[in-house]
């Protein structure tokens, strides 16, 4: 079992940038593919951002291409969703998600992930 925990999150400003983190206790984190996904109030969880578990290959959400950034440090057991420029429609539970079958990918598709955080709040005001 992986476990993950989310942290970063809170009420921001409309424009500013935000960063969060997803860290693990386990050393097989390296091993796994992540993602980040948000869900917004009264919608569906959706996917925003994944890299690969090398970190070379990463992918983005229409929505977020050009103000999004996925990254990892596998020393620290950490990955990081960087946002520029919030927006109101930003506002959501943000989850990160561990896949180990699909490591050397980017892994879309929730249904895929095997292990998930318990997410944080980001809350963007306009």
């Known amino acids: 079992q992986l476990h993950l925990a989310e942290s970063g999150g809170g009420l921001v400003q409309a424009g500013d940038p935000l960063r969060l983190s997803c860290t693990s206790a386990e050393r097989t984190f390296s091993s796994y593919a992540m993602g980040w996904f948000r869900q917004a109030p009264g919608k569906e969880r959706e996917f925003v951002a994944g890299?690969?578990?090398?970190?070379?290959?990463?992918d983005y959400a229409e929505v977020m291409k050009g103000r999004c950034t996925i990254s990892r440090d596998n020393d620290q057991n950490t990955v990081y969703l960087g946002i520029d420029s919030l927006k109101p429609e930003d506002t959501g539970v943000y989850y990160c998600a561990a896949d180990y079958w699909g490591r050397g990918k980017v892994v879309v598709n929730q249904e895929e992930y095997d292990h998930w955080g318990q997410g944080t709040q980001v809350t963007v005001s306009s």
């Open positions: 890299i690969n578990w090398r970190g070379d290959m990463t």
